[in-house]
């Protein structure tokens, strides 16, 4: 993951101060992918990919044509929360059918602390 960034961090832990870190992750070599690192009072853990992205960011804001200023707008949110166990949620673009506008989703995942 050498130059990737972190986008729009959400933090949560526990009553034993254990939980995790939401994110989305992008880079040279990482199209916007779903990624999250454990914590606990002591240590971060390393960057886990969650969901991978499979592909650009395509959404109607990098066309001039469609408003846009030429650069690609991404992401309005990460949440996270626990209740248990850490549920975390972000921004990635999946391999499934894209809508006429954009090209992302929200992926849903787990950590159990």
Do not use: H
């Not at 939401?22 to 999250?36: E, K, Q, W």
């Not at 454990?38 to 969901?51: D, M």
């Not at 309005?76 to 954009?102: C, F, Q």
């Amino acid at each position: 993951m050498p130059g990737a960034n972190l986008l729009y961090l959400a933090i949560a832990v526990n009553a034993q101060q254990k939980g995790g870190i939401v994110f989305t992750l992008v880079g040279p070599i990482d199209y916007p992918s779903a990624a999250f690192v454990p914590v606990n009072n002591k240590s971060v853990g390393a960057i886990q990919i969650a969901r991978a992205g499979n592909e650009p960011e395509d959404g109607f804001t990098g066309y001039p044509e469609f408003g846009g200023n030429g650069v690609a707008r991404w992401g309005d949110y990460s949440a996270i929360d626990t209740d248990g166990v850490i549920w975390m949620a972000t921004e990635y673009t999946p391999d499934i059918a894209r809508t006429v506008n954009a090209n992302w989703c929200t992926y849903i995942t787990r950590l159990q602390p």
